[in-house]
């Protein structure tokens, strides 16, 4: 097996114990954990570049489903006075009208953001980007010329989020934009039914264009408290009769209706063979506001889901921007809130912001078992449990066998 490794990733620590030197095939997929040093010599003699792991932990690389790159690390520049989802909105529109957002701005932000991602240690994102109304597709080409630059280096994808309505009086000039989104080559289509004033009409719409086109659909669903804010439910009986991918991002209500009809709704979903985000930064961030007593989490019912055999992932939605003004870009600070908000235990909260990723997006998997596409992590930690509690800032991040980014720290305590 050792004539086809090209890459040595020489002296790894994998989870379950096991050390040695991962070879990596010429198509950045892993051949074998190699175990004799022998064996490890012959290939570096047959051309074989070595990286150093140096004892490190190696991971599946970490994945990010839902972000908004458009909006992200603008908190500074369009600062929500309240703190709340209505002082949100009103920043993030005063900020747009006021030209806050010009393309080369706006470049600039997202390949920061992208810059941040990819530090941490992801090479796979799924950005939700704002389309139609005023500003039409402005932001996609945007966020496409950054992404442009970090193509060799991570897989990007883009949802059209598109803006309200998306029938009836007021639409013709958001499904312009979403035709022109998709003729620019926009991977997904994204909407919010449950803002919507038809739902079911929302949710028609962006299956006609995405079985029309042969796009996947990323819709923000449910992010809300109100119980009978059920969309989700249209959102499986539609999914179930299309063969296409369909994620369902929050589903927040979703926590607050009785368990009977809990589990109907649930059973839907997994029948739809749907994935669902959960987002808990933001939703932690801007629910629950308006109960000051007992006040609820807000947050996805993700373990119920995952029972039922659906695919939770789980993203960081919003970073430092009107809508959640902290984060860090890093999915195990998310994986972190799954453990503590969310009661996930740590290997399934690791797989939800790696593996679960993957599979929602339809990509091949990513580890360390052969076979698997070589996009990895390696850190200074013991274990997945001690990865997402430390969230060691030294990251080396390898995508196909090959580094992409290394982030080092240096440390000094002081002697008397
Ligand atoms: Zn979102």
Not at 64 to 91: M, S, Y
Not at 156 to 178: D, K
Not at 382 to 405: F, K, M, N, T, Y
Request: proline fraction near 5%.
């Amino acid at each position: 097996m050792t004539e086809s490794v090209r890459v040595l990733l020489r002296n790894a620590s994998l989870p379950d114990g096991r050390h040695g030197t991962l070879g990596v095939d010429a198509n950045g997929r892993i051949v074998e954990l190699i175990t004799n040093t022998d064996d490890v010599e012959a290939a570096a003699r047959g051309g074989a570049t070595i990286v150093e792991i140096n004892g490190r932990l190696v991971l599946p690389a970490l994945a990010e489903p839902h972000a908004h790159l458009d909006k992200a690390l603008t908190a500074d520049v369009a600062p929500n006075p309240t703190g709340d989802l209505r002082g949100a909105i009103d920043a993030w529109i005063l900020a747009e009208s006021s030209g806050m957002f010009d393309h080369t701005s706006m470049v600039e932000r997202v390949r920061r953001s992208l810059e941040m991602l990819l530090l941490s240690g992801v090479t796979f994102v799924r950005s939700h980007i704002n389309v139609g109304g005023a500003i039409g597709i402005a932001y996609l080409l945007a966020a496409q010329e950054a992404a442009s630059r970090f193509r060799h280096l991570m897989d990007i994808e883009f949802v059209a989020l598109i803006h309200m309505p998306m029938s009836g009086p007021g639409s013709e000039v958001n499904l312009a934009a979403l035709d022109a989104a998709i003729d620019a080559g926009v991977d997904i289509i994204g909407g919010c039914p449950h803002l919507e004033p038809d739902a079911q009409a929302c949710i028609d719409a962006v299956f006609e264009r995405a079985e029309r086109h042969g796009r996947a659909i990323d819709l923000h669903v449910d992010e809300t408290l109100d119980p009978t804010v059920l969309t989700l439910e249209l959102l499986a009986e539609r999914a179930q009769r299309s063969s296409i991918g369909v994620t369902a991002s929050h589903c927040v209500s979703l926590s607050m209706i009785d368990s009977a009809s809990r589990a109907r709704v649930i059973n839907a979903v997994a029948r739809a063979g749907m994935s669902i985000v959960a987002l808990p930064q933001t939703n932690l961030f801007l629910q629950g506001r308006d109960h000051p007593i007992a006040t609820p989490r807000g947050l996805t019912p993700a373990l119920p889901l995952i029972a039922e055999g659906v695919n939770v992932a789980a993203g960081a939605d919003n970073v430092q921007d009107p809508f959640n003004l902290v984060g860090r870009s890093d999915p195990l600070e998310t994986a972190s809130l799954m453990v503590m908000a969310g009661h996930v235990l740590p290997d399934s909260a690791f797989s939800m912001v790696s593996s679960a990723v993957r599979s929602m997006a339809s990509r091949p998997s990513a580890g360390t078992n052969r076979g698997d596409i070589a996009d990895l992590i390696a850190v200074p930690v013991g274990s997945i449990r001690e990865a997402i509690a430390q969230a060691p800032v030294d990251r080396l991040v390898i995508r196909g066998g090959q580094v992409v980014a290394e982030r080092t720290t240096t440390q000094h305590i002081g002697t008397r």
